[in-house]
């Protein structure tokens, strides 16, 4: 979508939303409990290409109305009510680069699970789900971003398109992360 084109509405997101779904071919035929399967929630980041555990993501939002919480790290970008629960928001590409990151029409913001409850990660984009076996992995590849590093423990192929296995256990554990007050 181009950068003058009229805001979609709900409809028309969930339209191209499935269109970008039945596009993507996942190559094998899934199975619940294929040995080897591995499905995560791909999703960009500053032009990388991330994806995370399925099981580590909750729920997708679109942006949410946001609350400003003073005395925070500007990566913070304040708290969402979610059915009656505060989430804080987190902009993710703010936390691990330090360059806030403008939300748009197709912005998301995951819903982790952390330590004493939920948080809310903005993203750039949410690219569905994606299921990866273990030939899929990119053995002894290491993420080139010093940044991201530290979250990133593996990474993948799938049809020619690298994946970053962005791993948000350690996002939740790390110290920095947790200290949000400024």
Do not use: C
């Not at 819903?111 to 992995?137: A, I, M, P």
Request: hydrophobic share 40%; proline share 5%.
């Amino acid at each position: 979508m181009s950068e003058s084109a009229a805001p979609m509405g709900p409809f028309e997101m969930l339209l191209d939303y499935e269109q970008r779904s039945l596009a993507h071919v996942a190559g094998l035929p899934e199975q619940i409990d294929a040995p080897g399967l591995w499905r995560g929630i791909a999703f960009r980041v500053a032009g990388k290409l991330m994806v995370s555990s399925i099981a580590e993501v909750n729920e997708i939002l679109t942006y949410p109305t946001l609350t400003f919480v003073p005395g925070t790290r500007p990566w913070l970008l304040g708290v969402a009510n979610v059915r009656g629960n505060l989430v804080p928001v987190i902009d993710l590409r703010g936390f691990v680069e330090g360059e806030k990151n403008t939300h748009n029409e197709r912005s998301r913001v995951l819903v982790v699970k952390q330590q004493g409850g939920n948080v809310g990660l903005l993203v750039d984009e949410v690219l569905g789900q994606r299921s990866f076996v273990d030939e899929n992995e990119v053995v002894g590849a290491v993420e080139e971003d010093e940044r991201y590093r530290r979250y990133v423990p593996k990474q993948f192929d799938l049809g020619g398109v690298r994946y970053l296995n962005f791993s948000v256990h350690a996002l939740v554990r790390d110290r920095e992360f947790v200290q949000a007050a400024a």
